[in-house]
Each structure stands twice: as C-alpha cells, then as structure tokens.
C-alpha cells in the first residue's frame, strides 16, 4: 500500500513537471505561398533557435488554394498569401484574428538549367526551339497570373500559349523546369535565388512594368486568435533578422517598391 502511493505521488510529481515544462510550449501551423519555401524555412529555424519550446510548421502550396481551404475550416494558424486579396477577403469575412500585414513584393523571372536565361527576354520565348515553358497556374497561383499579364504585355502570348504548361503552385513550377519538362519558366526570384537552384541555372529578372505588383501579405487566422506562439511569429515577420532574409532571397520589402 505504502508503494503504491509512493508511485503514485511519483508520477503525480512527474507529470506535474512535465506539464510546467511545456506549459508554454506551441506548435503553429502555416500555410506559406509557394514563393517563400526557403525564405520561409530559414526565417522559421531563427524563431525556433530564440524560441526553444516552440515549432513551425510550415505548408507551402498555392495562395488560392490555401484561400479556399482556409474557408473551409482548414486548421492553420497563420496564412501566408503571394495575393495580399486574400488574406483582406479573409479579414472581411470574419476569419482573421488580426488586420491584415503586407510582408512583401514578389518579382518574378524566366529561369533555365539548360539555357542561359541571363541572356534571353520574353520575346525569346518565342524561338521554335523552345516547346515548352512552365508558368504556375493563373487560375489559382498569383505568380501565375503575373507571368501571365507579363507575357500579355510583352505582346508573346498568343505565340507561346500553345507551348505553356502549368504548375500548382510556383515551387511546383520550378520543379517543372528542374526536372526536365519544361525546358524554361517563369518563376520567383525568391526560388532563382535559393542557393539549391542558384547552382543549377541562370535567370532574368522579368520588368514589373510588364504586370501589376505582386503584394503579399498574412494574418494570424481565427483559429490561431488563442496561439501565442502564432502571434509571436506574425510579429517576428518584421524583425531586422527576418526582414534581411526576405531582402536575400529577392523580395521588395513594403515602402521600399519603387
């Protein structure tokens, strides 16, 4: 009897200090556009080091799709969008727990490991011996509908449309193009500059008067409201060390667009 009520405060005792070891302990959950895989990844391994019991998750796809699934009772904590719209149509309809904060401006680029893009233009595009070129899906991807307004601009479209194939999102774009499929794209800057794809291929940064700006924005979501892991993070986007890394990988920060 006396044993078993030894063990019994023991593990009392123990799950006691367990729960006042992860008493502040969060996981937050994002959904990050596409363009930010590795700005994204190198910005949430700064705020795990300085907060310890703390984890990101992060999953990237589609900013539309993440819309719609946000709708739908998605369980993400914080939304990351390439098309600051949708973060502000959330705000509207009651699924955001704060306003809405711009992060950035996207820039967009063509971007080969088989030609050297550096050299090229939109009109080169059209060369015969170019059959396919890879743009992320307008429908959903902004990146998508940018490289699209870009090649309408440029007076290529109707020439190129015939060889276009699409991708879910702009990470898949780009895979697209790496693993043969598409012999170029048109893709973030943010990826072309990644050093895993820097190595690989060359770029050409696409004129952003050739579309309309690319703001980005998040929110912490509704379901976040109580995170105060998420609402840590949403405000660790603005730090230097955060903002030196969007800089790096080719993101125009707000109220420095020229």
Do not use: C
């Amino acid at each position: 009897m006396r044993l078993s009520r030894l063990l019994r405060a023991a593990v009392g005792a123990l799950g006691f200090a367990a729960a006042l070891g992860v008493a502040h302990a969060e996981k937050v959950t994002v959904a990050a556009a596409a363009d930010l895989k590795y700005a994204m990844a190198d910005i949430a391994q700064a705020f795990e080091k300085a907060h310890p019991h703390d984890k990101i998750e992060v999953v990237y796809g589609s900013s539309g799709k993440f819309f719609t699934q946000i709708q739908q009772g998605a369980p993400y904590d914080l939304y990351f969008s390439a098309d600051i719209q949708y973060p502000r149509e959330l705000e509207k309809a009651g699924l955001a727990a704060t306003k809405v904060m711009p992060y950035a401006f996207g820039r967009i680029v063509l971007w080969s490991p088989v030609m050297d893009a550096s050299k090229m233009t939109l009109d080169s595009l059209t060369n015969p011996d170019i059959a396919h070129i890879a743009i992320a899906n307008p429908k959903h991807a902004p990146y998508g509908k940018r490289a699209e307004e870009a090649l309408k601009s440029a007076k290529v479209w109707d020439k190129v449309e015939p060889k276009l194939v699409y991708g879910e999102n702009i990470s898949h774009t780009a895979q697209l193009v790496e693993t043969g499929n598409a012999q170029i794209g048109v893709i973030a800057l943010s990826l072309a500059k990644s050093p895993q794809m820097e190595s690989k291929g060359k770029y050409w940064l696409i004129p952003d008067k050739l579309h309309e700006p690319l703001e980005q924005g998040y929110i912490v979501t509704k379901r976040g409201e109580s995170n105060a892991a998420a609402k840590a993070f949403a405000a660790y986007m603005g730090s230097p060390e955060a903002r030196a890394v969007m800089v790096r990988y080719g993101f125009v920060l707000p109220g420095e667009i020229k």
